[in-house]
């Protein structure tokens, strides 16, 4: 309830609402695109005994170890790295660091939730560029006047990526503001644009391990850009909270990425069932977007997507619906394990027979 002690500013927030962490435990959980697979047995070894001694003392606030992983693994300079309190925060740093302009950012009229929340957040202007009727991102259409650009590669909530053949284009034309790539799904079959980094001095890769790392109960995010994009990040986040990746969350957070090996066997395994569940989901009459990410946003022919939303709920398993535009007659199911997928596609069956 709005209270007299709140300030206007708090009375017009419009806050990001996150997908259901629901407490029953039995729940096939397909909502908010977490991994069916646990993070790597090396960052169980890593959060040990002496880890937790060593908490009684501040992390370092450069989080150099965990940098230099980043850094290492993506052939970078620790100049080029910048790491957060997950992406989120990485976005909140480079809204405020490169977005408050005269002119207002470009995203897509259908992509992450947060993007006009941070905009309402720092009294950023936006622009929605509407995606194409196929539900792509037209990167032709971004080529115009405007005070930042940021985009998901994949996208959200549609999986649909782009090529960074395409990407490269609206950076050659587009050299006066910062364009931000959220690569938060990119590891799941897209093309990082951390390779055009070195070249296209406004370029900024916002990547997370809460997906294709499996650590979104631990929040660490990172970007990669020019050392004056950088600098300029770590100039927000030093005025802000200089601590913001904890001790535990930086050993765990190096532990998974340099276990490549493990990463590698678990994208493969995601993009493997993603493959199986779209054929079936296809055959049970469902249109599935061509998703290069660890969801497939789908929709149903013969019950509405909020219908079908409810009738999964009562089989125990949870999904998003987004009640918005363009997108209300579709579902987004997480790519879970061959099982947790198995056990959909039944309840699909039985849902669709019992509407016959
Ligand atoms: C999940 C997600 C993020 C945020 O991830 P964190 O858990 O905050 O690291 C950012 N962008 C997109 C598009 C996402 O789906």
């Known amino acids: 309830m709005p209270s007299k002690y ?17 407490k029953q435990q039995d729940l096939i959980k397909l909502n908010t695109n977490e991994n069916p697979y646990p993070p790597s047995p090396k960052v169980v070894e890593v959060l040990n005994q002496d880890a937790v001694k060593l908490l009684r003392l501040y992390p370092d606030p450069s989080n150099s170890l965990l940098k230099t992983a980043i850094a290492n693994y993506y052939n970078m300079d620790l100049g080029n790295v910048s790491v957060g309190n997950g992406s989120d925060e990485i976005l909140a740093f480079a809204f405020q660091a490169f977005f408050k302009q005269r002119l207002p950012i470009l995203f897509p009229d259908i992509t992450y939730g947060f993007y006009t929340v941070y905009c309402g957040l720092f009294d950023i202007d936006y622009t929605q560029i509407p995606l194409a009727d196929d539900f792509s991102i037209k990167l032709s259409d971004y080529q115009r006047e405007n005070g930042g650009v940021i985009f998901a590669n994949p996208n959200a909530p549609t999986g649909i990526g782009k090529s960074l053949q395409s990407i490269e284009v609206l950076l050659q034309s587009n050299t006066e503001s910062v364009v931000i790539v959220d690569e938060a799904y990119v590891d799941f079959g897209a093309e990082s644009a951390a390779s055009l980094v070195g070249r296209y001095p406004n370029l900024l890769v916002v990547q997370t391990l809460s997906k294709s790392r499996s650590l979104a109960g631990s929040r660490v995010g990172f970007a990669l850009g020019s050392t004056v994009l950088i600098e300029a990040l770590e100039k927000v986040k030093n005025s802000f909270n200089p601590y913001s990746v904890d001790r535990l969350a930086e050993a765990a957070a190096v532990a998974a990425i340099d276990d490549v090996a493990y990463f590698e066997q678990c994208c493969a395994k995601i993009i493997k069932t993603r493959q199986w569940v779209s054929e079936q989901l296809e055959s049970l009459g469902f249109e599935v977007l061509p998703s290069q990410a660890n969801f497939v946003l789908i929709r149903p022919t013969s019950i509405s997507a909020p219908e079908l939303f409810t009738q999964l709920r009562q089989h125990n398993i949870v999904v998003r619906f987004f009640k918005k535009p363009r997108i209300d007659a579709y579902i987004r199911v997480t790519i879970g394990s061959d099982n947790e997928m198995i056990a959909l596609v039944d309840a699909l069956k039985e849902i669709l027979l019992q509407r016959r």
């Open 6 to 22: 709140w300030s206007d500013f708090v009375q017009g927030l419009d806050p990001y609402v996150p997908g259901e962490q629901p």
